[in-house]
Every structure is written in structure tokens, then in C-alpha cells.
């Protein structure tokens, strides 16, 4: 008997990264030794301070419905929070609060894309742009990167790749898969190429700002000529290790705030109101309560480098921000490893699960094929252990 789904859910792709995790939690049922370094999730548990905050709101009884653009008092601690961190200037009404930053992402794609739209995705970029962008039946266009670029496009390439139909670029940086971060005079370059076409509106993904190992990164918004047409994007789940707790939040031009509420209050209403009330807590504290989790980060970051150097026809860059490294493994195409022809990504990806037990990510869903993406947000002796294996199997 026929399965009359739509059409909308037949050609959207599967995530990846969760298909890869889903796979590794099955293959650990079965008793096998899986490291998983596919999930971009802190292995850290939440801060306490933070998780008092949720236990007093349960004990304070909050247990309703919450406002769909979140609580005022959140929304107050957002814009101060923007303020302090960001040089942002949000009023409350600016600001929507959302169940994850994906949410939040779909939100603003949804308010302003229409069927046949153009949406630039310099890549790589996280595998959920381009699924959100074929949900409201637009098109991406990819801007391709290499190592030797540290994975950034120029200003020539942006210019290059506008057309009428273009109606938004995403930005995310620091940038999952590849931890590049961009500079204020990279992002003002590419800035002054988008003075040139008022239309396009920039979606700015900032979810690892606080996970940075040189200078603090730089909100697009920030540029003055800018600001009228950016979206920000951030929330909690990464830096704060809240990634279950689902929040996430925009700051954008007033306009679109009440866009995305309205959208919100037929999809999913307003977000959980333990974590929201959490979420207060974590945003009012000093972005130097969390650096602990930041300084090991970067510990891990040297750690696999250098481990990962070791491996002949890797190659690498070196991640400035969040917890990925996307090494380049085309070294490898043509090859046979372990009686199987390597052609792609994938098939490099797939044998490291099946062979030695470490879970990747083909770079392919991120639009970088000739990439995986390594998470090293496991611990050190699970990264070590990782890349003894992957060593193991590729040398």
C-alpha cells in the first residue's frame, strides 16, 4: 500500500550527524567499544550555578505556559547579555527565545524566504542550513573553501556568487564543522560587498561565540551598516553544556522578532519554562564562569592536532573556535583500506566505525566532500584513544 507522505518530507535529507550518532549508540548496544566523536556536545555537566537556578523554578512552581517569545525577564538578561558581550544594542522586543538555536534559525527562514530565493552557504556549514532552506523551498548556493583558505571566503567569491535572487547569506563563525573564526576586518570586507545589494539579509549563527581560543569573536551586527539586516543567532547549549535543555535566541530587527513569534506561536509556542528560568542565571554570570570548560577545549585542540599530524596525507588547519576539526582525507580516494576502495568521504567515515569503532562525520554533509568532521569535545584519553585507532587503520 502506497505511503502518501508529502513531498516536502520525501526529498528532505536525513541529518547526518544525528544519523551517525543514532548508529554509534546502536552499535554500542551491542556491546562494542564505540568512541564517539561525531556529536558536537560538551561532555561536561552543566555548571551548578546554573542547575540551582532550574531546581528553585521548580520550586517556585513554575509549571505554565510560557510567553512565545520568552519570559521578559530572559529577554532582559538576553539584551544585556548582547550589551556586554557583543556591543549589540537589543531592545526586548528585538529579541525572541526559542527551543535551540535551530529553532531559531528555521524561525528567521521561514519569515523571509519565499519559494525560488537564493540563500548563500559559504562552506563548509552546519548540515541543518541546507535542509532549513529546501523546507522553504529556496535554494543554497554554495561558496566552496579549502585548508588553505582556513576555510573563509573572500569578498571576490561573495560578489561572485549574488544574484537577483538572493535574499540571505548565513554566517556562522566560529563555524561548525571546521572551527574557523573570522576576524572584524574579514567580516567588514565582506560587509562592504553586501553595502552593494540592500536586499540580502544576513543570518548570523554565533551558538560557539564563547568557545574561541584568540580573540573574542566578532558579531556581524556590530557593523553599523549591517545591523538593520542582521539576525543573530546564539543560545546556551554549547558554551553553558545546556544542550538538552533546548534554548536558544534571536536579536534582530523588530519587524522580524514579531515574524518569528508569530511563526513560534503555531509551531511550538513558548520554551520550556524551567530552562528558561536557568537560562537567566547562566546569561547574568561572567562569561569567565565557564572558561574552565573553554581553556580544556583547547587543551583538546592542541591534543588531536598534534595527533592527527602524525597521520601521512591528512591535513589539517587549526581550529580558532568551537570543538571540530575537518581534516582533508582525499589522500585517500583510490585507495584500498581494509579490502574496501575508498572513493569518498563517506566511505572513509564508514570504515572508521566498522573497523576500529570511532564514530566521524562525512564532510559531505557539510559541504566539504573531501573532509570529515572530528569532534573533540570527548574527553583526552577518549581522543587519544580515537586517534591510536584511526591511526591504526589509515597508516
Known sequence: MPKPLSDRIKTLPSSQTLAMAAKARE?????KDI????????????????????????????NSYTPVNGYKDLRKAISKKFKRDNNLTYSIDQIVVSTGAKQSIANTAMVLLNPGDEVILPAPYWVSYSAIVTLCEAKYVEIPTTIES?????????????TPKTKMIFFNSPNNPSGTVYSEEEFRALAKVLEKHPNIYILSDEIYELINY???????????????????????????????????????PEWIA?????????????????AQRATITALNAPPSKIKFMVDEFKI????????????????TNVPQGAFYVLPDVSYFFGKTIKGKTIQNASDISMLLLEEVNVATVTGEAFGAPTCIRISYSASQDDIIKAVKRITEVLT
Open 27 to 31: 552499535l554500542k548496544e551491542q556491546g
Open 35 to 62: 568512541i564517539s566523536l561525531s556529536l558536537g556536545e560538551p561532555d561536561f555537566n552543566t555548571p551548578d550555578y546554573i542547575k540551582e537556578a532550574a531546581v528553585e523554578a521548580i520550586n517556585e512552581n513554575y
Open 150 to 162: 582556513d576555510f573563509k571566503i573572500t569578498p571576490q567569491q561573495l560578489e561572485a556568487a549574488i
Open 214 to 252: 584568540g580573540k573574542p569573536s566578532f558579531s556581524f551586527a556590530a557593523i553599523d551598516s549591517m545591523y538593520d539586516r542582521t539576525i543573530t543567532i546564539n543560545g546556551v547549549a554549547k558554551a553553558f553544556a545546556m544542550t538538552g535543555w533546548r534554548v536558544g535566541y534571536i536579536g534582530a
Open 258 to 274: 514579531k515574524a518569528c513569534t508569530k511563526m513560534q506561536g503555531q509551531i511550538t509556542s513558548g520554551t520550556n519554562c524551567i
Open 300 to 315: 583538546r585542540r592542541d591534543l588531536i592536532l598534534k595527533l592527527l599530524s602524525k597521520i601521512k596525507g591528512l591535513k
